[in-house]
């Protein structure tokens, strides 16, 4: 997992530097979710995220309601994108279509919440709340994910 850490310097007169390192109190684990390209297969466009588990814990299933905008910022459609198990410490690659959709009809993409999170097991305790708790989303597009 990554970690920010504050060091503090002590300088000591005549005697060794002291260095202490204090956990950051804003670090949280993540889950990390970057939409990563569009590109459109036959009429088709597919979706390429790019998702990485930082939580400490293994994801086991996760299906997060998806929405998508045109540029105009309307509706096109609403889809459970099955991101399947996500590994702690494993970057995933996983890809999406939406089928007669071309990709520059994708305005914007939001991660409207997990509609299944199972972890150790679980699917409707604290645990299984991972998915929306830690979830961090950026874009390298022009298209902005939101959520």
Request: aromatic share 6%.
């Given at each position: 997992?990554?970690?920010?850490v504050?060091?503090?310097?002590?300088?000591m007169?005549?005697?060794?530097?002291?260095?202490?390192?204090?956990?950051?109190?804003?670090d949280?684990?993540?889950?990390?979710?970057?939409?990563?390209?569009?590109?459109?297969?036959?009429?088709?466009?597919r979706?390429?995220?790019i998702?990485?588990?930082?939580?400490?814990?293994?994801?086991?299933?996760?299906?997060?309601?998806?929405?998508?905008?045109?540029?105009?910022?309307?509706?096109t459609?609403?889809s459970?994108?099955?991101?399947?198990?996500?590994?702690?410490?494993?970057?995933?690659?996983?890809?999406?279509?939406?089928?007669?959709?071309?990709?520059?009809?994708?305005?914007?993409?939001?991660?409207?919440?997990?509609?299944?999170?199972?972890?150790?097991?679980?699917?409707?305790?604290?645990?299984?709340?991972?998915?929306?708790?830690?979830?961090?989303?950026?874009?390298?597009?022009?298209?902005?994910?939101?959520?």
């Amino acid at each position: 997992m990554w970690s920010r850490v504050a060091l503090t310097i002590t300088l000591m007169s005549g005697g060794p530097v002291m260095v202490q390192a204090q956990e950051d109190a804003t670090d949280t684990p993540l889950l990390f979710l970057e939409l990563n390209a569009l590109q459109t297969v036959d009429q088709a466009c597919r979706l390429s995220f790019i998702a990485r588990n930082e939580t400490g814990m293994d994801i086991e299933k996760a299906v997060f309601e998806t929405v998508i905008f045109d540029a105009d910022g309307a509706v096109t459609s609403l889809s459970l994108f099955d991101f399947r198990d996500l590994p702690q410490a494993r970057p995933r690659v996983r890809q999406f279509e939406l089928t007669s959709t071309t990709c520059d009809a994708v305005g914007r993409v939001l991660i409207n919440g997990a509609s299944t999170c199972t972890v150790a097991g679980e699917a409707g305790s604290e645990a299984s709340d991972l998915c929306d708790r830690a979830l961090s989303l950026t874009s390298r597009l022009n298209v902005e994910l939101i959520g």
